[in-house]
């Protein structure tokens, strides 16, 4: 099932090998589906597709993805955790109509990502280098 993942891995890693032909450093965020953080999400496509709940590993794209991209020494930051106890915490991230973050979820992904990227840009010198982000303060 693993070699199922390479083409998707090999995609990613080709464009953090552009990325770093240009001296661009590359952050791949794994963003969660709505039913990885909403046990009602779940619940409905799990009835929606006629599955057994039980066959599902709801960490297993982003653990095998991290593991993956992470043995290739390419950044990655999964933000499953931090999206699962925010709506654990009661705040919606995904809008009811469609599946695009909603302020909340917007607010969320930036509180995580912008710190990674100045830590990514800061260590690969392009921060320094460009004069910008919170290095320069």
């Given amino acids: 099932a693993d070699g199922q993942w390479d083409v998707t891995v090999g995609l990613l890693a080709e464009i953090d090998s552009v990325a770093r032909s240009h001296e661009t450093p590359a952050l791949f965020v794994l963003i969660p589906a709505p039913f990885q953080i909403d046990p009602a999400d779940l619940t409905r496509y799990v009835q929606a597709y006629g599955l057994d709940p039980a ?55 930036a509180e995580v990502v912008t710190p990674a990227v100045v830590t990514l840009l800061s260590r690969d010198g392009a921060l320094a280098a460009s004069g910008g982000g919170e290095a320069s303060r």
């Fill in 55 to 109: 066959s599902i590993d709801l960490e297993q794209p982003n653990r095998i993805l991290a593991e993956r991209l992470g043995a290739e020494g390419i950044a990655v930051l999964d933000l499953l955790p931090d999206f699962r106890q925010a709506h654990e915490a009661g705040t919606r991230l995904y809008g009811a109509v469609d599946q695009h973050f909603t302020p909340e979820g917007n607010r969320l992904f």
